[in-house]
């Protein structure tokens, strides 16, 4: 019953240090999307991954890249941290082909970045 | 793009009073419509979803929200507050990708509820 399950729940770094957000489902979803949370903000999509293969930007993909590994896993990669992404990012998955699908949400990664 | 406002970013009610929480639209087409709600420290996790069957959409929780096209609007509303429905939540509108057939959320900016006693 595990859903979307994102890795790990807490972070915190340095300006410049590197790292990996990981994100795995369970549900053979093809479509896994990436968003942060920032507050007064909504949710802004980072990146996402119509299918395995594929990735796409969202609306504000600067400073991130992504990696769809397989169908189950969809990570998303800082290489240079910066404290404007300091934010709570959460990964959503959905089976795809049409728009009524509502997408299934992981319990967020709250980074810090100092 | 489409574009989803949320009017209102918090509301306070009392416990047993009327919840009415307010999103617009701005949509060419018919759109697909959802609320989301999320609970402290939690992710966000699904109340209901407008897909054209119905106009008025029966949630989860006693939530309900009325599709109304003439006024591109989808307000989420509930009878009576209670206190554990004290959360942020969520209004959402799915469209498809410019030159495309993948499907992307755009969300309001968020409404937090809090319920007094």
């Known amino acids: 019953n595990a859903g979307v399950t994102q890795t790990p729940k807490f972070q915190v770094l340095k300006t410049g240090q590197s790292m990996t957000l990981q994100c795995a489902q369970d549900?053979?979803?093809?479509?896994m999307y990436w968003y942060r949370q920032d507050p007064g903000m909504g949710l802004r999509l980072i990146y996402y991954s119509a299918s395995e293969g594929t990735t796409d930007k969202g609306e504000v993909p600067n400073g991130y890249n992504v990696s769809r590994l397989n169908k189950r896993e969809f990570s998303l990669r800082l290489e240079s941290a910066a404290p404007s992404q300091t934010s709570v990012y959460f990964c959503a998955s959905i089976f795809s082909g049409t728009g009524n699908q509502p997408q299934h949400f992981g319990d967020g990664t709250r980074l810090s970045i100092l | 793009a489409q574009s989803v406002t949320q009017l209102g970013s918090h509301v306070s009610v009392s416990e047993g009073a009327l919840v009415l929480l307010r999103c617009n639209y701005s949509s060419s087409v018919p759109p697909y419509l959802f609320w989301y709600v999320q609970y402290p420290n939690q992710g966000l996790q699904l109340l209901l979803k407008y897909t054209s069957a119905a106009t008025l959409v029966k949630g989860i929780n006693g939530f309900e929200a009325e599709f109304k096209k003439s006024e591109t609007s989808f307000h989420l509303t509930k009878p009576s507050a209670h206190m554990s429905d004290a959360a942020e939540y969520f209004c959402a509108v799915s469209e498809v990708e410019s030159g495309g057939s993948n499907y992307k959320l755009t969300f309001g900016k968020g409404t937090l509820l809090t319920v007094n006693p």
């Open positions: 549900m053979n979803h093809n479509s």
